[in-house]
């Protein structure tokens, strides 16, 4: 990357009318140009979209060189390109625009053949033209595809856009659409080669019906992964029988959904949140039915209260007993009078737990997380990520709860602990006494005060200061035990 870092220099003195120093002179013979294409054109798709595209004003050699790139993804973001798409931004429509001209003159100048390893669309394109995002995904399918994103974002009310995001209005789904009684079964692989060869698809605040889900389902023999985001028309879902090769099942923000049921399956993981944000919610879908899926370890859930996180994992009973890791998103600007609050169910087979917390409060004590480790008598790896506010206040002095007694259970094969969101407050540093003191087999300890520094403020004080403090444990712990600060 260096030497076409040097050469891009000097490409642009050159179209500037600069003298430059030659290429031979300067840096040697040009030995990676020599390279041939089955070498040059797998490095330039590691690169982002811009960057292998930039590639082409090296020389003659390299001038198409990324347009038989296997990876096309168009999120601004990875690519470092500069947007205000905002629904209330007058400037949308013009960025909508640009953002379109860029994806059709990529796909105009694309020569790669029928073996496309990844295409992935992101931007708000709610205003725009639905054909658009037609060609896009025809296009996709014809390249024998493997992984498949489509994120329109959401919008600042928290909802997915239905002038365009209702998937039956693209001309694959009017198909589907254009049935009363929709067979999943139905063999329409002639439309589209590349629904053999998809592995993973992620549609992101598009109204996907549970139709057509299913119909991905069983006409992608390959697909192992599917995601499926802010979809205001996913009611009742449906994933049964063994010839379905999924393993990872993620569901979120599909606030109308009804039923899940998962039976005879190889899924390995099953991820289920209805919020992302602040905002409570104590909603839970009707009914909940997995069976018969031995090879299910890792379920995700999120985002609730502790009450929540309960009622979901008692829904998930007849198989949590075979539960590896397990994640879950907490609201937690109340907190509990009684360490009993904090227990959730027996997990025996439990190996890794991550706790992401948002906190209401800064005196808001975290003892209780220790308690619940009680129920978790095999875990080894703990994290616990702290969400505070942008603007904390302390509890006002009348408000000022006691404090949960100190934990007394000792911990036999807890191991690794880590703390993502670490400050100088006094709450943080009492956790983290309290597991040193619980956690008899504990090896390493791991603390993570960069959440500081990405809110700015008084929270890169904080940082800061929870950086000293957390120095000044280090030599409060066993000489024996590992102790990272990052």
Request: glycine content about 4%; aromatic content about 10%.
């Amino acid at each position: 990357m260096a030497v076409i870092q040097k050469k891009q220099k000097t490409a642009r003195r050159s179209c500037r009318g600069e003298k430059c120093i030659d290429d031979d002179d300067d840096y040697g013979e040009d030995r990676l140009s020599e390279l041939p294409d089955e070498i040059l054109i797998p490095i330039l798709s590691l690169l982002t979209l811009r960057e292998a595209v930039s590639s082409g004003i090296l020389s003659q050699r390299w001038r198409n060189l990324w347009t038989y790139i296997s990876t096309l993804n168009f999120d601004p973001v990875a690519n470092k390109i500069e947007t205000k798409s905002c629904f209330f931004n007058p400037s949308t429509a013009k960025s909508r625009r640009k953002y379109v001209n860029w994806v059709n003159n990529v796909l105009a100048q694309y020569k790669g053949g029928h073996n496309l390893e990844e295409f992935g669309v992101c931007f708000d394109l709610a205003r725009t033209s639905p054909s658009y995002v037609n060609d896009w995904f025809e296009y996709a399918m014809s390249k024998n595809i493997k992984h498949l994103e489509f994120n329109f974002l959401k919008s600042p009310l928290g909802n997915p856009y239905s002038d365009l995001t209702n998937l039956s209005r693209l001309y694959f789904f009017r198909i589907l659409g254009s049935r009363k009684s929709c067979d999943p079964a139905m063999n329409l692989n002639f439309m589209f080669v590349g629904f053999q060869s998809l592995k993973s698809l992620s549609l992101k605040f598009i109204n996907v019906s549970c139709e057509a889900i299913e119909y991905f389902l069983y006409n992608c023999p390959l697909l192992e992964r599917l995601s499926v985001h802010g979809s205001s028309r996913l009611y009742n879902l449906r994933i049964i029988g063994p010839s379905i090769m999924l393993r990872h099942l993620e569901i979120v923000r599909c606030f109308n959904i009804q039923t899940i049921e998962i039976c005879d399956t190889n899924l390995v993981s099953f991820t289920y949140s209805r919020d992302s944000g602040l905002r409570s919610t104590m909603e839970w879908p009707n009914r909940i039915v997995i069976k018969n899926s031995p090879l299910l370890v890792e379920v995700l859930i999120g985002t609730g209260t502790l009450a929540f996180a309960q009622h979901m994992i008692l829904k998930l009973s007849c198989f949590i007993h075979q539960l590896q890791i397990l994640e879950l998103t907490l609201y937690h600007h109340h907190p509990e009078r009684k360490m009993s609050s904090y227990m959730l169910p027996m997990l025996r087979n439990l190996k890794q737990l991550k706790l992401i917390v948002f906190l209401g409060g800064i005196e808001h004590c975290l003892l209780g997380f220790v308690a619940m480790l009680k129920n978790f008598p095999y875990l080894e790896t703990f994290v616990l990520q702290l969400e505070r506010r942008n603007e904390v206040t302390p509890l006002a002095k009348g408000s000022r709860k006691k404090p949960l007694p100190s934990i007394r259970y000792p911990h036999e094969f807890l191991k690794v602990v880590k703390m993502i969101g670490f400050n100088d407050f006094s709450v943080d540093c009492d956790f983290l006494m309290q597991i040193i003191e619980n956690a008899i087999a504990l090896e390493k300890i791991i603390i993570d005060t960069s959440e500081g520094h990405k809110l700015g403020g008084n929270w890169l004080k904080r940082a800061v200061a929870g950086r000293t403090r957390a120095e000044q444990l280090k030599s409060l712990v066993p000489p024996n035990l590992e102790f990272i600060l990052l």
